[in-house]
């Protein structure tokens, strides 16, 4: 191992003089020794130097020292320790990579001195300099050099450095240069004339900012370089030219794999619950599974729950033609905490259904047959009321970007709307009356479920014709079609409202959520499954079964504090916990009364907290059984005061 001397390393580099086999992975300091060198477990001496190394490849920047008679090290066989599936060199030339990564250059050096392995060839690394600093020519001239043999392969690779060459030219705005690329070089790559198209629209740009916001592109001076070395390396052998960061991908691969396989895995991704000593494991007594507070105020059934976005609050819809505002204390002790009835929300002529928390959390949308409020979380006053459905509002979803909210209803329409509850836009002629919708986080996707579908008929003039509604049906009664294929899930391009996917389902479909990283979307489906659709691929990737579902509206989400868990209520009393990647039930958790478990809702701040909302009249928050409360339960019961926090009681 290459060592530098504190007191010499920014001068000096240290030498072996030689070694004949391979010795610890580490050194020891010989306290006893010279104040000139140090001594390893061996005995072989290390003394310092300034000597350049001769005859052997540098890994370095130009700065690093050159490394000097360090003597290669013989093993035997070519596979690491007695494993046959690792290759010893690309094991070394991998710890190579990683120690450049992070800065230990001259560390880098001397394993490859010492290996007699190169981490790349020379003509990698010129490769990877000419992109870097747009010497587009020399770049294209050595691909062929770098086992790129495959015509097609060659031709894909060209198409990708000329066009990062065009869009830099046209960044300078040197025009000329750039037809001459597009034309020249661009044109005979290219089979695709869309490509070619939308590629020659980007010469109308005003401006740098206004190309780069056009083409999705960060500019010369961004990370665009990089990411083209990224293309470019599905083209090259990796044996040639080893991907960015490879040791990382497969430490991350490892996590991954560590954490699916840990079946109550609810803690961060990070150095401290993810140590490389050992494995990873969650214990099942961190799991929140325990009912610590019964928030018991309405007075009929609670039908939906929704945490605010810093989940510190949370609103609950009933039948009981209110919703309310709690505040829930951030007291990690649920014998300490405080959850308080900030606003009773009373004025809606007809059972609420659907609660939507804006971005900020200043204003909470509900609905009440074909009628949407919104309130004013500060005072609890409504501040407007919109009627423009004709009959029952099923979902309310902000949008991610904070600008408004989308409402849609039995009536076949979906609307979009501005912050103040201004009228935007209306899609008329859906096929479906819609029971549920979400929108993806990152806003290209529309995904909505329903019953009664129909294939829109259009005029001669290509325009939808409205269609006729079947009769409506109550909130907490299933929401049936006249036949099995009446039922469809589809998928719309948020920003176009083209179609992306329209699948029919052969049961009811009462909720749908998507997750974090709009991949997938989380479906109710009766009778007694849960869904998981990838939107990506369009395809059925997982269901998840045990709970009861058959003739009420059923909502799930997604859990756990990255997203790997589903939950779901049911119609047996009970909340049912899953594993997201595997399907495995873990936990079915009684202690709702009578009736069906309606919503769950996941806190968005506190990985170890969720609620569910029944039947029963009551809220449950769910959390790890408290050390000293010997699993004691709270209560929060109306005291006649309004609805507010004073008049709450615990018992």
């Known amino acids: 191992m290459h060592i530098l001397h504190p007191e010499q390393a920014s001068a000096s580099s240290v030498s072996i003089d030689s070694v004949s086999e391979a010795g610890p992975s580490s050194l020891t300091l010989d306290k006893a020794g010279p104040s000139n060198g140090f001594t390893n477990g061996n005995g072989f001496t290390i003394s310092k130097t300034n000597s350049s190394m001769n005859g052997s490849s540098s890994i370095g920047n130009g700065n690093s020292k050159h490394i000097s008679s360090i003597a290669r090290v013989s093993l035997p066989g070519t596979t690491l320790y007695d494993d046959p599936y690792v290759d010893r060199e690309e094991f070394v030339r991998l710890v190579m990579q990683s120690l450049r990564d992070v800065g230990y250059i001259e560390s880098a050096a001397t394993l490859e001195a010492e290996s007699g392995y190169s981490l790349e060839a020379t003509e990698v690394t010129e490769f990877r300099q000419y992109v870097l600093s747009a010497d587009w020519a020399n770049a294209e001239s050595l691909l062929s050099q770098l086992a790129v043999v495959d015509e097609e392969a060659l031709w894909e690779a060209r198409f990708l450095i000329g066009r990062q060459k065009y869009l830099e030219l046209l960044e300078a705005r040197k025009t000329t240069l750039a037809l001459q690329v597009l034309r020249n070089e661009l044109a005979p790559l290219s089979a695709n004339p869309e490509q070619l198209h939308a590629l020659s629209s980007l010469i109308m740009c005003s401006d740098p900012d206004d190309l780069r916001r056009r083409a999705s592109w960060d500019g010369a001076s961004g990370t665009s370089r990089q990411a083209l070395l990224s293309d470019l390396q599905d083209f090259i052998p990796s044996t040639t030219m080893i991907p960015s960061r490879r040791f990382a991908t497969l430490l991350t691969q490892s996590r991954h794999y560590q954490r699916q396989r840990c079946l109550y895995h609810n803690t961060p991704m990070n150095a401290a619950s993810f140590s490389l000593f050992s494995d990873h494991h969650c214990d099942r007594e961190g799991f929140p599974r325990v009912t610590t507070t019964i928030l018991d105020v309405h007075t009929d059934e609670v039908w939906n729950v929704a945490w605010s976005h810093d989940g510190l609050r949370l609103a609950s819809a009933s039948k009981d033609r209110t919703a309310i505002i709690w505040r829930i204390g951030s007291d990690a002790e649920p014998s300490s905490r405080e959850c308080v009835v900030e606003f009773t929300l009373r004025e809606h002529p007809f059972p609420v259904g659907a609660v939507a928390w804006s971005l900020d959390d200043s204003i909470l949308a509900t609905s009440a047959e074909n009628l949407i409020s919104l309130w004013d979380t500060k005072t609890g006053k409504c501040i407007h009321t919109v009627d423009s459905h004709s009959e029952t509002v099923s979902a309310l979803v902000w949008l991610p970007d904070g600008s408004g909210f989308m409402s849609a209803s039995l009536d076949r329409k979906i609307s979009s709307w501005d912050m103040a509850g201004k009228l935007r836009d209306d899609w008329t002629g859906v096929p479906i009356r819609v029971t549920d919708m979400a929108v993806a986080p990152d806003m290209k996707r529309l995904v909505t479920i329903g019953v009664g579908y129909v294939a829109t008929p259009t005029t001669a003039d290509g325009v939808a014709e409205p269609t006729p ?183």
């Open 469 to 651: 509604p079947p009769a409506t049906t109550e909130n907490s009664t299933a929401v049936g079609g006249t036949r099995p294929s009446d039922n469809r899930m589809i998928v719309y391009d948020l920003k176009t409202k083209a179609v992306e996917l329209s699948l029919p389902t052969d049961g009811e479909l009462t909720s749908v959520k998507i997750s974090a990283n709009s991949q997938f979307a989380l479906i109710n489906h009766a009778p007694d499954e849960v869904h998981l659709w990838d939107l990506t691929e369009g395809r059925l990737a997982r269901k998840f079964t045990g709970q009861r579902q058959g003739h009420h509206v059923i909502r799930s989400c997604f859990g756990g504090i990255d997203g790997n868990l589903v939950l779901s209520g049911s119609e047996d009393r009970n909340v049912y916990v899953w594993q997201l990647d595997t399907g495995v039930l873990l936990e079915v958790l009684p202690g709702h009364g009578t009736g069906s478990v309606n919503s769950v809702a996941w806190n968005p701040r506190n990985g170890g907290m969720f609620v569910s909302c029944s039947d029963d009249f009551t809220i449950r928050i769910w959390e790890r059984l408290p050390c000293d409360t010997g699993g004691a339960l709270s209560s929060i019961r109306d005291n006649g005061m309004n609805g507010k926090g004073k008049g709450k009681v615990r018992s």
